[in-house]
């Protein structure tokens, strides 16, 4: 420096610190202070240039603010070089300068010029505030206080200014770079043409300046308004556009696809080395086999490397979080900077002759310090937090887009609820790990640096410490491998939980109907008590592992003072020390409680990881199965040697298939239940492994599955499915799928909207709707799976002539029909009928009954009762003619039927003999099925579940507003016993005080070493010290194990148990209003929270609590001062508090309501994936799933940045409690001993943590009671009646007749809607046959429903043998009726389940059962026979399959009142006779009530009740019905019964 300054310039005199006026020298002046910020800014412009070259973000207009900020920069220039110029002039003067005159103004003033050629730079590449110019002034405005300072003392020294130039330059030079800092504050406009000028509602942070993007001063317009009123979703903002779905997910995908294609490549590699040494022995072997053949058979496939979907994170999301990274390590290096501070000011409190300037500079360093350390660890979190953000939703959309193209077998082997997991907990486990995983690094490095400050300080002795950190770390590995290894078994038995919980809600009305619900309970309540004792277990290591990290920085510190007092004489523990090395092991305790942590999140991510890359790597559905090429052939449908499974390992389904449909032509497809009907459409779609063959389709598909799938949406958005609204096309489709009736009766018209799966609509109008997008899709091809099964006969008619059928809309569209109702055939281009899963034959009507093979047969089984005849004036004539035919014609014609040759001659014998038998009443068989569609169109009115309410039917999911009710504390408490609660807080205060007793007593030790009767007392010292140490262990262990392991399992116990017993007690309209996603979310979500989340949250909030109270206590006892600046202090804190937790507890509320939509839109779109991918539907999807997870992020967002915005203004109190801490202390340093100074301050270094923690927690506290509160809102759901009246029970043979009699009953769906059922009266005998008919909505279904209570009566009541059904239990009465439902419902588990879930019943019993439901051949064909395992809904049997199954049901319960709802609607006619010839003989002498849509079902019943708009019509025998000429009469006129 000498070379620089000169002689008479020194660089650094000793004199400047001790004195009371210190000063810097001047060489220092000129030197070092202009060229800190010089430094910093030539180091950093280059980076920075160059990230602005390659992200520009738009171009910003010249504005007032820059033009000064611009000028201001060269008068900056011109200044310095002004000082340059002046050295230049006195050098001709012979008035030599030192060198560093010329050096330092030359370097200003070129950083000047880099400064202004910046400014200009940045509005070029659109950044709107500048941190690195921000920072430069902040240098220059510091560095410049000192001489600033210096020149006015010397001045006024020596009474005047001697170099007036460049002390006038100087002040210039200040006055400027004020003004710059000042202005760059200020923000620019955004830049043009960017997304702030459009989006109506930006996110304040694009356009935020530095300091508030440092300080998240941008979000406080959101805090405020969420204090003043509770947020709604329209005060959100928009999501920045780089967290988008639409640029996460993608990005993600794509390093996906690049690692996928990388293990391939491997894969092949390794392949390629086991073919070509294989090749010799190939070519023998396979002469005609391509090589990709020998090499499946040739090559091991186990070694192949699975692609890693870790990488692809990494590579997708890497950069941004290193930004966080290098944030932390910052952070980090200052953490080190306090405790050094700590050390001088105890130094400066024994030093008597310091200056007092020294106390002070050190607190504002310390506050300086602290607040630094602050603004980086929260950008740092910010970081992490966003990439945690992003990681979900992009894992949430890859597994969205996966789930819509993988294969039938992977699908199969995840549930429904599995995947939902996947989504909702397992990328929740990576959002949470993100903002831990730079622990992994972070903490170690702190371990070495503390461990490196406390060698100095204590030397050798430090290693009994680290000795004890040591041991401890395997004690905590175990605990956290035993956590893992339950946390995995609690996720399996939720899992499990879950899964059962989604049947019951699917299946609940089935349940009631059967009165199960004790059954599943009981099941349910099995899984969660396993799940409660994984809990307790947890509980019981968490309880050990908290007393191990809370005792350890106190066993540490008890073990490393013991060894270095006794170790050597010399050795005195003084408050330097003592003190120094506490606030070190203080700040070692945050890395050592945070590893285990971090270790064992990141176990439980690798987990989740394994899940989510197993399910991403399923075999997806080859797109090539279908060859959808426009090839000129004729045939739009065409399968050569089909060979086709549901999946590559399961047995053969269709086998030798050959399929060519003529294009514009119709195909009908029949056959038996389960002989591959479905699974033929199916594989035209591509759906099922193509083993062999080839299948090309020409133009787009509409397909119509066997089960309507139908979106929870408007019914118009069910019918356009995404194609634009045309109304005169829209009004021809209602039209065509006779939907215009049902429209004027739903509430809201085409704009109503449908339940989750269609739940408010009938089957038939659920069916039709399904039909109506296809028919609106306008495709080529139509794929219909059955679709008229679920509908009245007149409008299967309808349908079929309007839609289907040669005349329909769709007529030169190629039509595939798989149908049961052999009436259309005659009318269908082409028919092919299935055999057990190949084709038997094919061919026309005519050349098929000529051929007289297996559909002759079936034919002629059927035809008698189901034949169309088309020519309807001819069979009119002919039935007249042949009215009084004699009756023993029918002999003369049953043979004549084979060898006649013309057709026509054999329709007229069918028709003999049909009109024969219509005369002859005892045949059974007398109901022929011509249907022809009536002149008078029926409309089909209401659907009897509709409300009336505005057209929601599905009520938003309420949010609480406000601050959580004490209530809902209370009810916690409740559950956990309030005396209890009571105790454990007093638990949490002993061991608090055990805490400050221990510090108080090590204060007053080190103060013996002032006095010098150190060694007398070594013993007693470290003796009351460990006693008091050890107690407050203990106290920890002993309240965690009674917080964690028993008072709060035991409310976790309860909750869940009441809000079980509620929903499932719940009427069936509560099930009608609530979707099952949200019931589920209830579950698993809010039972999960309470189960884990809340019971930490207790736990650390206590903990937190007493140490901040303890802080201040400590802090004002010392320095008395210290309480009035407590005052002001608390009031900022309680007040930035309640402004924090408004906001963040409505924030928390509008994140989880806008969660549940993610996954229920999920589950709805895994049930009808067939449905999307066939109308290609499949990106349209996609987006949707994308704005429903960006629409939760954008409440997430805000979330995560008002735990920044609070943390910056909390550490800021915390900041200042250090600050008045450490002046206090100063100022009254003759007063206080080291020791104390070191007590008090310590003490106020770790409080900011603490104030922390205990804001947040609050906050968690609150947002997850709100838990409880939901939970608390469905166990109190209004229940039916009770299920056991005991006083009132019937006797156990009850009812032994099976009278039934309705006493002027009326019934309506729910409070305020219209009656569905008035004033109906009837008797029925027992063991009478009672026919139920009536069009649509006519109140079929609820006369059912009211036998079982399932709706309770408005007036009248119902007698069943002389016990009125109201007064007595629901189970009593339920479990005596049996009744077959319209759906088949089936859940998983066993068959044997499946039919008795109580197990009251012996395998002959349940076998009898099977064999009269003619399931018997298809069980006994099953390997495993009874426990045959049924899959989700019962989804690996047919349709008809189920329905057989529900008959089992009924055949082994064999009641005396049996109610069978149109139980037929999806078999076919032979399966169909069975059924009811089954009813006939088993339920021979019991009272039956048929639903019937097929009239023929009912013709031999005893008597017949016509319903029409809730009242009874018509009630007598079909004969007497038929000769009124009425209701029953157009019916079965329609029907073509007579």
Same mark, same amino acid.
């Given at each position: 420096?000498?070379?620089?300054?000169?002689?008479?310039?020194?660089?650094?005199?000793?004199?400047?610190?001790?004195?009371?006026?210190?000063?810097?020298?001047?060489?220092?002046?000129?030197?070092?202070?202009?060229?800190?910020?010089?430094?910093?800014?030539?180091?950093?412009?280059?980076?920075?240039?160059?990230?602005?070259?390659?992200?520009?973000?738009?171009?910003?207009?010249?504005?007032?603010?820059?033009?000064?900020?611009?000028?201001?920069?060269?008068?900056?220039?011109?200044?310095?070089?002004?000082?340059?110029?002046?050295?230049?002039?006195?050098?001709?003067?012979?008035?030599?300068?030192?060198?560093?005159?010329?050096?330092?103004?030359?370097?200003?003033?070129?950083?000047?010029?880099?400064?202004?050629?910046?400014?200009?730079?940045?509005?070029?590449?659109?950044?709107?505030?500048?941190?690195?110019?921000?920072?430069?002034?902040?240098?220059?405005?510091?560095?410049?206080?000192?001489?600033?300072?210096? &020149?006015?003392?010397?001045?006024?020294?020596?009474?005047?200014?001697?170099?007036?130039?460049?002390?006038?330059?100087?002040?210039?030079?200040?006055?400027?770079?004020?003004?710059?800092?000042?202005?760059?504050?200020?923000?620019?406009?955004?830049?043009?043409?960017?997304?702030?000028?459009?989006?109506?509602?930006?996110?304040?942070?694009?356009?935020?300046?530095?300091?508030?993007?440092?300080?998240?001063?941008?979000?406080?317009?959101?805090?405020?308004?969420?204090?003043?009123? @509770?947020?709604?979703?329209?005060?959100?903002?928009?999501?920045?556009?780089?967290?988008?779905?639409?640029?996460?997910?993608?990005?993600?995908?794509?390093?996906?696809?690049?690692?996928?294609?990388?293990?391939?490549?491997?894969?092949?590699?390794?392949?390629?080395?086991?073919?070509?040494?294989?090749?010799?022995?190939?070519?023998?072997?396979?002469?005609?086999?391509?090589?990709?053949?020998?090499?499946?058979?040739?090559?091991?496939?186990?070694?192949?490397?699975?692609?890693?979907?870790?990488?692809?994170?990494?590579?997708?999301?890497?950069?941004?979080?290193?930004?966080?990274?290098?944030?932390?390590?910052?952070?980090?290096?200052?953490?080190?900077?306090?405790?050094?501070?700590?050390?001088?000011?105890?130094?400066?409190?024994?030093?008597?002759? #310091?200056?007092?300037?020294?106390?002070?500079?050190?607190?504002?360093?310390?506050?300086?310090?602290?607040?630094?350390?602050?603004?980086?660890?929260?950008?740092?979190?910010?970081?992490?937090?966003?990439?945690?953000?992003?990681?979900?939703?992009?894992?949430?959309?890859?597994?969205?887009?996966?789930?819509?193209?993988?294969?039938?077998?992977?699908?199969?082997?995840?549930?429904?609820?599995?995947?939902?997991?996947?989504?909702?907990?397992?990328?929740?486990?990576?959002?949470?790990?993100?903002?831990?995983?730079?622990?992994?690094?972070?903490?170690?490095?702190?371990?070495?640096?503390?461990? $490196?400050?406390?060698?100095?300080?204590?030397?050798?002795?430090?290693?009994?410490?680290?000795?004890?950190?040591?041991?401890?770390?395997?004690?905590?590995?175990?605990?956290?491998?035993?956590?893992?290894?339950?946390?995995?078994?609690?996720?399996?038995?939720?899992?499990?939980?879950?899964?059962?919980?989604?049947?019951?809600?699917?299946?609940?009305?089935?349940?009631?109907?059967?009165?199960?619900?004790?059954?599943?309970?009981?099941?349910?309540?099995?899984?969660?008590?396993?799940?409660?004792?994984?809990?307790?277990?947890?509980?019981?290591?968490?309880?050990?592992?908290?007393?191990?990290?809370?005792?350890?920085?106190?066993?540490?510190?008890?073990?490393?003072?013991?060894?270095?007092?006794?170790?050597?004489?010399?050795?005195?523990?003084?408050?330097?020390? /003592?003190?120094?090395?506490?606030?070190?092991?203080?700040?070692?305790?945050?890395?050592?409680?945070?590893?285990?942590?971090?270790?064992?999140?990141?176990?439980?991510?690798?987990?989740?990881?394994?899940?989510?890359?197993?399910?991403?790597?399923?075999? =997806?559905?080859?797109?090539?199965?279908?060859?959808?090429?426009?090839?000129?052939?004729?045939?739009?449908?065409?399968?050569?040697?089909?060979?086709?499974?549901?999946?590559?390992?399961?047995?053969?389904?269709?086998?030798?298939?050959?399929?060519?449909?003529?294009?514009?032509?119709?195909?009908?497809?029949?056959?038996?239940?389960?002989?591959?009907?479905?699974?033929?459409?199916?594989?035209?779609?591509?759906?099922?492994?193509?083993?062999?063959?080839?299948?090309?389709?020409?133009?787009?598909?509409?397909?119509?599955?066997?089960?309507?799938?139908?979106?929870?949406?408007?019914?118009?958005?069910?019918?356009?499915?995404?194609?634009?609204?045309?109304?005169?096309?829209?009004?021809?489709?209602?039209? #065509?799928?006779?939907?215009?009736?049902?429209?004027?009766?739903?509430?809201?018209?085409?704009?109503?909207?449908?339940? =989750?799966?269609?739940?408010?609509?009938?089957?038939?109008?659920?069916?039709?709707?399904?039909?109506?997008?296809?028919?609106?899709?306008?495709?080529?091809?139509?794929?219909?799976?059955?679709?008229?099964?679920?509908?009245?006969?007149?409008?299967?008619?309808?349908?079929?002539?309007?839609?289907?059928?040669?005349?329909?809309?769709?007529?030169?569209?190629?039509?595939?029909?798989?149908?049961?109702?052999?009436?259309?055939?005659?009318?269908?281009?082409?028919?092919?009928?299935?055999?057990?899963?190949?084709?038997?034959?094919?061919?026309?009507?005519?050349?098929?009954?000529?051929?007289?093979? #297996?559909?002759?047969?079936?034919?002629?089984?059927?035809?008698?009762?189901?034949?169309?005849?088309?020519?309807?004036?001819?069979?009119?004539?002919?039935?007249?003619?042949?009215?009084?035919?004699?009756?023993?014609?029918?002999?003369?014609?049953?043979?004549?039927?084979?060898?006649?040759?013309?057709?026509? =001659?054999?329709?007229?014998?069918?028709?003999?003999?049909?009109?024969?038998?219509?005369?002859?009443?005892?045949?059974?068989?007398?109901?022929?099925?011509?249907?022809?569609?009536?002149?008078?169109?029926?409309?089909? @009115?209401?659907?009897?579940?509709?409300?009336?309410?505005?057209?929601?039917?599905?009520?938003?999911?309420?949010?609480?507003?406000?601050?959580?009710?004490?209530?809902?504390?209370?009810?916690?408490?409740?559950?956990?016993?309030?005396?209890?609660?009571?105790?454990?807080?007093?638990?949490?205060?002993?061991?608090?005080?055990?805490?400050?007793?221990?510090? $108080?007593?090590?204060?007053?030790?080190?103060?013996?070493?002032?006095?010098?009767?150190?060694?007398?007392?070594?013993?007693?010292?470290?003796?009351?010290?460990?006693?008091?140490?050890?107690?407050?262990?203990?106290?920890?262990?002993?309240?965690?194990?009674?917080?964690?392991?028993?008072?709060?399992?035991?409310?976790?116990?309860?909750?869940?148990?009441?809000?079980?017993?509620?929903?499932?007690?719940?009427?069936?309209?509560?099930?009608?209003?609530?979707?099952?996603?949200?019931?589920?979310?209830?579950?698993?979500?809010?039972?999960?929270?309470?189960?884990?989340?809340?019971?930490?949250?207790?736990?650390?909030?206590?903990?937190?609590?007493?140490?901040?109270?303890?802080?201040?206590?400590?802090?004002?006892?010392?320095?008395?001062?210290?309480?009035?600046?407590?005052?002001?202090?608390?009031?900022?804190?309680?007040?930035?508090?309640?402004?924090?937790?408004?906001?963040?507890?409505?924030?928390?509320?509008?994140?989880?309501?806008?969660?549940?939509?993610?996954?229920?839109?999920?589950?709805?779109?895994?049930?009808?994936?067939?449905?999307?991918?066939?109308?290609?539907?499949?990106?349209?999807?996609?987006?949707?799933?994308?704005?429903?997870?960006?629409?939760?992020?954008?409440?997430?967002?805000?979330?995560?940045?008002?735990?920044?915005?609070?943390?910056?203004?909390?550490?800021?109190?915390?900041?200042?409690?250090?600050?008045?801490?450490?002046?206090?202390?100063?100022?009254?340093?003759?007063?206080?001993?080291?020791?104390?100074?070191?007590?008090?301050?310590?003490?106020?270094?770790?409080?900011?943590?603490?104030?922390?923690?205990?804001?947040?927690?609050?906050?968690?506290?609150?947002?997850?009671?709100?838990?409880?509160?939901?939970?608390?809102?469905?166990?109190?759901?209004?229940?039916?009646? @009770?299920?056991?009246?005991?006083?009132?029970?019937?006797?156990?043979?009850?009812?032994?007749?099976?009278?039934?009699? $309705?006493?002027?009953?009326?019934?309506?769906?729910?409070?305020?809607?219209?009656?569905?059922?008035?004033?109906?009266?009837?008797?029925?005998?027992?063991?009478?046959?009672?026919?139920?008919?009536?069009?649509?909505?006519?109140?079929?279904?609820?006369?059912?429903?009211?036998?079982?209570?399932?709706?309770?009566?408005?007036?009248?009541?119902?007698?069943?043998?002389?016990?009125?059904?109201?007064?007595?239990?629901?189970?009593?009465?339920?479990? &005596?009726?049996?009744?077959?439902?319209?759906?088949?419902?089936?859940?998983?588990?066993?068959?044997?389940?499946?039919?008795?879930?109580?197990?009251?019943?012996?395998?002959?019993?349940?076998?009898?059962?099977?064999?009269?439901?003619?399931?018997?051949?298809?069980?006994?064909?099953?390997?495993?026979?009874?426990?045959?395992?049924?899959?989700?809904?019962?989804?690996?049997?047919?349709?008809?399959?189920?329905?057989?199954?529900?008959?089992?049901?009924?055949?082994?319960?064999?009641?005396?009142?049996?109610?069978?709802?149109?139980?037929?609607?999806?078999?076919?006619?032979?399966?169909?006779?069975?059924?009811?010839?089954?009813?006939?003989?088993?339920?021979?002498?019991?009272?039956?009530?048929?639903?019937?849509?097929?009239?023929?079902?009912?013709?031999?019943?005893?008597?017949?009740?016509?319903?029409?708009?809730?009242?009874?019509?018509?009630?007598?025998?079909?004969?007497?019905?038929? /000769?009124?000429?009425?209701?029953?009469?157009?019916?079965?006129?329609?029907?073509?019964?007579?």
């Amino acid at each position: 420096m000498e070379l620089l300054c000169g002689r008479e310039l020194p660089f650094w005199p000793n004199l400047t610190l001790h004195s009371a006026r210190p000063d810097l020298p001047e060489c220092f002046q000129l030197s070092v202070l202009p060229w800190a910020p010089c430094i910093y800014l030539w180091v950093t412009s280059p980076l920075y240039i160059l990230y602005l070259k390659r992200n520009s973000r738009g171009y910003i207009m010249m504005s007032v603010l820059n033009r000064i900020k611009t000028a201001l920069g060269l008068i900056l220039w011109i200044v310095c070089w002004t000082d340059l110029f002046s050295s230049f002039h006195e050098m001709n003067q012979n008035h030599i300068r030192p060198p560093i005159y010329f050096v330092t103004p030359l370097i200003v003033g070129m950083t000047m010029l880099l400064a202004t050629f910046l400014i200009q730079f940045e509005r070029l590449r659109g950044v709107q505030s500048s941190g690195v110019l921000f920072i430069f002034w902040t240098i220059s405005v510091l560095c410049a206080i000192v001489p600033f300072r210096s &020149k006015i003392l010397h001045a006024n020294r020596e009474n005047e200014v001697k170099d007036k130039l460049r002390f006038t330059t100087f002040y210039m030079y200040f006055g400027l770079t004020l003004s710059e800092l000042i202005l760059s504050c200020f923000n620019e406009k955004p830049p043009l043409f960017s997304s702030a000028g459009t989006d109506p509602n930006v996110c304040p942070e694009t356009t935020a300046g530095f300091l508030s993007k440092m300080t998240f001063w941008w979000f406080t317009s959101m805090a405020i308004k969420g204090y003043k009123s @509770p947020l709604e979703n329209k005060d959100l903002w928009s999501l920045n556009k780089q967290d988008s779905s639409g640029l996460v997910v993608p990005d993600l995908l794509n390093q996906w696809e690049v690692e996928k294609s990388k293990a391939l490549s491997e894969q092949s590699v390794k392949d390629q080395a086991a073919y070509t040494k294989a090749d010799a022995g190939a070519e023998m072997n396979h002469v005609c086999a391509g090589p990709e053949e020998a090499q499946v058979l040739l090559s091991p496939r186990k070694e192949s490397r699975q692609p890693s979907f870790l990488r692809a994170l990494i590579r997708a999301f890497g950069p941004y979080f290193l930004i966080g990274s290098a944030y932390k390590l910052l952070q980090d290096l200052i953490t080190f900077v306090n405790p050094q501070l700590l050390r001088m000011l105890i130094d400066f409190t024994k030093n008597e002759h #310091a200056p007092l300037w020294w106390g002070y500079a050190l607190a504002f360093l310390m506050f300086g310090t602290s607040l630094l350390q602050t603004l980086i660890l929260h950008q740092h979190f910010q970081y992490c937090f966003v990439t945690g953000m992003r990681l979900r939703s992009g894992i949430i959309g890859a597994i969205y887009r996966k789930s819509l193209v993988i294969t039938n077998a992977a699908k199969r082997s995840s549930t429904v609820g599995e995947v939902v997991n996947l989504m909702s907990v397992d990328a929740q486990r990576f959002m949470d790990l993100t903002t831990f995983l730079n622990m992994l690094w972070s903490a170690p490095l702190q371990i070495i640096l503390a461990l $490196f400050f406390l060698w100095q300080n204590l030397g050798p002795s430090v290693l009994a410490g680290v000795a004890v950190m040591v041991l401890l770390i395997p004690f905590n590995a175990f605990i956290a491998m035993k956590t893992r290894t339950y946390q995995v078994e609690q996720m399996k038995h939720k899992d499990d939980r879950i899964k059962l919980m989604n049947e019951i809600l699917n299946g609940i009305k089935v349940l009631k109907l059967y009165a199960w619900e004790n059954s599943f309970s009981e099941k349910i309540l099995q899984i969660r008590q396993k799940e409660l004792n994984v809990l307790k277990k947890t509980a019981y290591l968490s309880a050990l592992s908290t007393m191990a990290w809370t005792s350890a920085p106190f066993l540490v510190a008890l073990t490393t003072f013991a060894v270095y007092v006794t170790v050597d004489e010399a050795n005195i523990l003084d408050a330097e020390r /003592a003190f120094v090395s506490l606030s070190l092991f203080n700040i070692l305790r945050f890395p050592l409680n945070m590893l285990p942590q971090v270790i064992s999140s990141i176990v439980q991510a690798s987990v989740s990881l394994k899940r989510i890359q197993d399910f991403l790597s399923h075999d =997806e559905l080859d797109p090539e199965n279908v060859d959808r090429r426009n090839n000129a052939s004729e045939y739009a449908v065409t399968v050569v040697n089909g060979k086709f499974a549901w999946a590559k390992q399961d047995q053969v389904t269709l086998d030798n298939i050959n399929v060519l449909v003529p294009q514009g032509s119709l195909l009908a497809v029949v056959g038996h239940v389960g002989c591959g009907k479905t699974s033929l459409v199916s594989a035209l779609l591509g759906e099922m492994e193509k083993l062999e063959g080839q299948i090309s389709i020409r133009g787009s598909v509409a397909y119509v599955p066997q089960q309507a799938w139908i979106q929870n949406a408007s019914l118009r958005d069910n019918i356009l499915f995404g194609r634009p609204y045309e109304e005169q096309k829209y009004r021809c489709v209602l039209e #065509a799928c006779a939907l215009t009736p049902d429209l004027e009766v739903l509430p809201g018209g085409d704009q109503t909207e449908i339940g =989750e799966k269609g739940i408010n609509l009938s089957g038939g109008q659920r069916q039709r709707v399904s039909l109506a997008r296809a028919l609106y899709s306008e495709s080529d091809v139509f794929l219909l799976d059955d679709p008229l099964s679920a509908v009245d006969a007149h409008v299967a008619k309808h349908i079929f002539d309007k839609v289907i059928g040669p005349e329909g809309a769709l007529k030169g569209k190629t039509r595939v029909l798989v149908t049961h109702g052999i009436s259309f055939l005659p009318q269908v281009d082409n028919i092919l009928v299935l055999v057990d899963g190949g084709v038997s034959e094919a061919g026309s009507y005519q050349e098929l009954l000529q051929q007289n093979g #297996a559909f002759a047969e079936f034919l002629r089984n059927y035809s008698l009762e189901d034949i169309i005849e088309e020519q309807d004036e001819l069979t009119l004539s002919l039935v007249d003619e042949e009215e009084d035919f004699p009756d023993d014609a029918l002999s003369n014609h049953t043979d004549m039927v084979d060898n006649e040759p013309v057709v026509n =001659e054999a329709r007229r014998k069918f028709m003999r003999q049909i009109s024969i038998m219509s005369n002859d009443p005892e045949n059974p068989k007398k109901m022929s099925r011509r249907r022809r569609f009536s002149e008078r169109k029926h409309s089909e @009115p209401p659907v009897e579940q509709e409300e009336k309410k505005e057209n929601k039917l599905i009520q938003a999911e309420t949010t609480e507003t406000g601050r959580v009710k004490l209530k809902v504390y209370w009810e916690y408490m409740k559950a956990v016993g309030p005396l209890l609660s009571l105790f454990i807080c007093f638990l949490y205060g002993c061991q608090s005080a055990a805490a400050i007793g221990a510090n $108080f007593w090590l204060s007053d030790w080190t103060n013996d070493a002032q006095l010098n009767r150190t060694q007398a007392r070594v013993e007693m010292r470290v003796g009351v010290y460990a006693a008091l140490g050890i107690s407050q262990g203990v106290l920890i262990l002993a309240n965690a194990l009674l917080c964690r392991a028993y008072s709060t399992l035991k409310a976790a116990r309860h909750t869940h148990l009441h809000m079980l017993q509620a929903i499932l007690r719940a009427p069936q309209a509560f099930f009608q209003a609530t979707p099952s996603g949200r019931v589920l979310n209830r579950f698993s979500k809010d039972v999960d929270t309470i189960d884990s989340l809340i019971p930490d949250n207790i736990d650390i909030w206590m903990r937190t609590f007493w140490y901040t109270v303890n802080v201040l206590l400590v802090c004002s006892v010392l320095t008395p001062m210290f309480l009035i600046v407590i005052v002001p202090l608390m009031l900022f804190y309680w007040w930035v508090q309640r402004f924090y937790v408004a906001t963040s507890r409505q924030l928390k509320r509008l994140e989880s309501v806008s969660r549940s939509p993610i996954y229920s839109h999920f589950s709805e779109t895994i049930t009808g994936t067939s449905v999307i991918r066939a109308y290609g539907r499949h990106g349209a999807f996609v987006l949707m799933s994308d704005m429903k997870v960006d629409e939760n992020q954008k409440s997430y967002y805000p979330g995560i940045v008002s735990n920044r915005w609070l943390g910056v203004r909390i550490e800021f109190i915390g900041n200042c409690i250090v600050l008045f801490a450490a002046l206090f202390a100063a100022v009254g340093k003759d007063k206080l001993s080291p020791g104390l100074v070191g007590l008090s301050v310590s003490y106020a270094l770790q409080v900011t943590m603490s104030l922390n923690w205990m804001v947040r927690m609050t906050s968690d506290l609150e947002s997850n009671i709100v838990a409880v509160e939901r939970v608390k809102e469905y166990s109190e759901t209004p229940t039916e009646a @009770p299920w056991v009246v005991q006083d009132k029970r019937p006797p156990p043979d009850w009812p032994p007749e099976g009278n039934v009699e $309705f006493v002027d009953y009326s019934v309506r769906y729910r409070e305020g809607l219209d009656l569905v059922l008035k004033n109906v009266s009837l008797k029925v005998k027992g063991g009478e046959k009672i026919g139920i008919v009536g069009r649509t909505g006519a109140g079929k279904s609820s006369m059912t429903l009211c036998l079982f209570r399932l709706l309770e009566a408005a007036n009248g009541e119902i007698v069943i043998d002389e016990v009125k059904i109201s007064e007595i239990g629901l189970h009593d009465l339920r479990s &005596k009726l049996t009744i077959i439902p319209q759906e088949p419902v089936l859940f998983s588990g066993t068959l044997r389940m499946n039919l008795d879930p109580f197990e009251k019943y012996s395998d002959e019993e349940l076998w009898k059962a099977l064999e009269q439901s003619h399931l018997k051949k298809f069980v006994s064909s099953q390997s495993l026979k009874l426990d045959l395992e049924c899959s989700e809904g019962g989804e690996n049997l047919s349709v008809g399959q189920r329905q057989l199954v529900c008959l089992a049901r009924a055949l082994l319960r064999k009641t005396r009142i049996l109610v069978l709802d149109e139980a037929t609607a999806a078999v076919d006619l032979e399966t169909d006779d069975l059924i009811q010839s089954t009813i006939r003989t088993q339920f021979e002498d019991c009272t039956v009530f048929t639903i019937a849509h097929r009239l023929n079902t009912i013709m031999d019943y005893t008597r017949v009740l016509v319903l029409d708009k809730g009242e009874i019509a018509e009630f007598d025998t079909p004969a007497a019905l038929l /000769a009124q000429r009425g209701i029953f009469f157009g019916m079965a006129k329609d029907a073509g019964l007579v």
